[in-house]
């Protein structure tokens, strides 16, 4: 920390914002002008920052990090209802590889920003390296999102929904809730106070997962293979997978293909992960340009094998009908109740479990960063990496909306409309960094960039951003979702929280330093374990 702030303070910067750590302000002039400066400044973000407890990710755990964040849930949970919008399986399968292609898109956006400005954060940093003014709005933007949408809830919901399914038990609402927050508070607790052994921890189930799907993705050409040799039948005519029949009842709405592009982009959100979290990473860029194409390409091919094995095996009624439960039926279809409905089933729950854990470790870190930089209350406190040199403070903040999320809301479709409010706001946010990145090859094409998009992709992921956002402007024949809502509620709750943060930003930044008379200003200040941290103070005019 010390080298990095070391070299920060040698870098000429056309924006100063830092000013001399406030255990300095005491000091006489001279004292003062023999103190080094710690800078803070949005520029200095240019420059690659050791987090305190080190850089523990090794090229493996950076891949882990992003594949089990990628193989999540999604691909066990969200076909059913991907298929129920679809109507189709030529349509669904198409879904899946334009959402593969288009996440690549977005992949590449972020290579080349993650490679210019290897810091953590992700967005965080992108957002408020582009987009200075007005003053203190993308931070704002940023730190609502996190607070009110960085949570974990869906995939500790699978969990629970998985495991009870695999004990053969009929639980009650309560049962699933107590459950899913039980495995949230663990998570919670093991990544707070046992960093390095949390880290082995999702390694190991980011291998195990890995392994299960390609299991089960294989399993469609074994279906095919041995159809006739004593496999249970999978109650399939054969002209149902005939190419004159997989796109029979394709649903064609955009407002319904919106939210199922979005469900693919959620089980590609991982992606990206490694980017929060370049402070811990080894040879941040050179792990970033190899380990984001590595989980695409890995993906990308478990997820079509997977749901081809769907198709083959589960008749496509029973698929649309299914909810979060598809793979469960899957695997009782092959293997038999016993194997199909306790062992499998178990397994996802561990898949799911992982992606939680992966969710958090990098979830910790934005917040973590968001804290540093002032914006949430007891900044201090919340950026410390004490007591146990882990980001406790940024884990809490994550803990309490995912907990709210999971006890709060009745049970039943909770599952995929989070998906659909997580998404909508997800999409402003890659347009303004999508946009950005074409903003900074114009304002700075001196920086170094290890990795450069095709520009193409850029304008691509662009076009897609607009075009999702415009969804709910199509409505379906019914005016329903796939929830059962309004079809646009999605999107006025995730338009709702955008709202309130420009607001909120308005009120604190701009009406209530008018109305006091002051401005606010930034201090740096170093923390006792060697954090830096940026506090927004009051400076009266005079």
């Not at 607790?189 to 960093?195: A, D, M, N």
């Not at 999702?202 to 299960?212: E, H, N, Y």
Request: proline letters at 5%; charged letters at 15%; one cysteine or more.
């Amino acid at each position: 920390m010390e080298e990095a702030h070391e070299t920060q303070a040698l870098l000429p910067s056309p924006i100063q914002y830092a000013t001399v750590p406030v255990e300095a302000e005491a000091l006489t002039e001279q004292e003062r002008s023999n103190t080094p400066v710690v800078h803070r400044s949005i520029d200095d973000d240019i420059v690659p920052e050791t987090a305190t407890f080190g850089r523990n990710l090794s090229w493996s755990s950076a891949y882990i990090l992003v594949i089990s964040r990628v193989i999540g849930s999604g691909v066990f949970a969200t076909p059913g209802s991907i298929v129920k919008s679809a109507g189709s399986i030529g349509l669904t399968i198409s879904l899946w590889i334009a959402g593969s292609i288009l996440s690549g898109c977005g992949l590449v956006v972020s290579l080349e920003l993650g490679c210019m400005l290897p810091r953590s954060g992700g967005e965080k940093v992108y957002l408020e390296y582009t987009y200075r003014h007005p003053r203190f709005l993308a931070s704002t933007l940023i730190a609502v999102q996190a607070v009110l949408l960085g949570f974990s809830a869906s995939n500790c919901i699978i969990f629970s929904k998985y495991t009870l399914f695999a004990l053969d038990v009929q639980p009650s609402e309560f049962q699933h809730k107590i459950l899913a927050a039980g495995l949230l508070t663990a998570v919670t607790l093991i990544h707070g106070r046992f960093l390095k052994a949390g880290i082995w921890v999702q390694d190991a189930i980011g291998w195990i997962k890995i392994f299960l799907v390609a299991a089960m993705s294989c399993t469609g050409i074994w279906v095919i293979l041995f159809r006739d040799r004593g496999l249970q039948s999978p109650e399939h005519e054969a002209s149902n997978i005939s190419w004159d029949e997989i796109w029979r009842d394709s649903n064609w709405s955009w407002g319904l293909l919106s939210t199922s592009l979005f469900k693919v982009f959620y089980s590609y959100a991982g992606l990206t992960n490694v980017n929060n979290v370049l402070n811990e990473v080894r040879n941040p860029v050179k792990t970033l340009k190899t380990v984001g194409p590595a989980a695409l390409f890995t993906a990308c091919g478990l997820y079509l094998l997977a749901n081809i094995s769907y198709f083959l095996v589960v008749p496509i009624e029973k698929i649309k009908s299914s909810g979060e439960l598809v793979a469960a039926l899957f695997f009782e279809q092959v293997f038999g109740a016993h194997v199909g409905r306790t062992l499998f089933p178990l397994a996802i729950a561990i898949s799911a479990a992982g992606n939680v854990m992966v969710v958090t470790f990098a979830t910790a870190r934005i917040n973590q960063e968001i804290a540093r930089q002032g914006f949430l209350p007891f900044s201090r406190t919340l950026s410390s990496s004490r007591p146990f040199n882990s980001p406790l403070g940024g884990l809490l903040v994550h803990y309490a909306p995912s907990l709210l999320v999971i006890t709060l809301p009745p049970q039943g479709d909770v599952y995929n409309f989070i998906l659909d409010v997580e998404g909508y706001p997800s999409q402003i946010f890659a347009l303004a960094v999508s946009v950005g990145l074409l903003v900074l090859r114009v304002r700075h094409p001196d920086l170094q960039r290890p990795f450069k998009a095709w520009l193409p992709a850029v304008w691509l992921r662009i076009a897609v951003c607009v075009a999702l956002l415009a969804a709910p402007l199509f409505p379906p024949p019914d005016g329903k979702g796939d929830v059962g809502f309004f079809y646009a509620t999605y999107a006025i709750v995730g338009i709702g929280i955008i709202l309130f943060a420009v607001v909120y930003w308005y009120i604190w930044t701009v009406f209530l330093p008018r109305w006091g008379g002051y401005s606010l200003e930034e201090e740096v200040e170093v923390l006792d374990d060697g954090t830096s941290i940026t506090k927004l103070v009051r400076a009266y005019k005079i």
